[in-house]
């Protein structure tokens, strides 16, 4: 069985006003690799003790603008960034999740597999992250 991750509701928990991840909701399944990784190609970012991971470019991870701009954002706010593969039982035990969409831009996790992720509400990381990414997209 593969991971479910669920995004924020729209207009209830980011606090954030015209932030990017207030004004839609998403969901989506992220993808289990060998030997386990969590994947969805190269837009799942998590973070543990204020660090953003996301799994390194592969084979299976392609690069994207988005996922460019994501990085670039967090080294512009001092976060630093582990280009790591993690399981789907990191992934629960994190921090926070996001996933970054062209669409969508950076669209917060709130549940994985089921699993509220911290609170259940985006975290201060994505939120910062989401504002520093609208600085590219305006």
């Known amino acids: 069985r593969q991971p479910c991750c669920h995004s924020a509701m729209a207009n209830r928990s980011s606090g954030v006003e015209g932030n990017a ?15 386990a990784f969590v994947s969805s190609g190269s837009a799942f970012f998590a973070v543990f003790a204020k660090k953003l991971q996301t799994s390194p470019l592969s084979a299976n991870i392609l690069p994207s603008i988005t996922r460019m701009f994501v ?53 201060p990381c994505t939120k910062a992250l989401a504002q520093e990414f609208l600085k590219f997209t305006r």
């Open 21 to 35: 991840c207030r004004r839609r909701a998403i969901s989506t399944i992220s993808d289990v690799s060998p030997p």
């Open 71 to 123: 990085i670039k954002a967090a080294k512009n706010l001092g976060i630093e960034v582990i280009e790591k593969s993690f399981t789907p039982a990191k992934a629960a035990s994190a921090d926070e999740l996001f996933i970054a969409v062209t669409t969508r831009d950076i669209v917060p996790v709130v549940r994985f597999d089921n699993v509220p992720i911290k609170d259940g509400a985006p975290g």
